[in-house]
């Protein structure tokens, strides 16, 4: 017996949904008071910023393979 997986369609881009994250947490941080559950979501702001500049980069067109892999 296999369970048929649920699969959807993206409707936004990953970037997209990644900064959404990170504004959603941003604000929602900065209505908690100060502390570690606000430290958590600023964290997690951040991871959704990294990951956004991080999938910025690996898509862009400039970025090249290292050369020491074809180097022989």
């Known amino acids: 017996m296999f369970r048929q997986r649920r699969r959807f369609k993206q ?3 990953l970037q997209d949904r990644l900064m959404k994250f990170a504004k959603e947490a941003r ?9 570690p ?4 979501m600023l964290r997690k702001a951040r991871r959704a910023e990294t990951a956004f500049h991080m999938d ?3 898509s862009s ?3 090249q393979p290292p050369a020491a892999l074809f180097e022989s």
């Open 27 to 35: 604000e929602k941080a900065s209505r908690l008071p100060p502390g």
């Open 61 to 63: 067109q400039e970025l």
């Open 56 to 58: 910025d980069w690996l």
């Open 37 to 40: 559950v606000q430290e958590d």
């Open 11 to 13: 409707l936004e881009s």
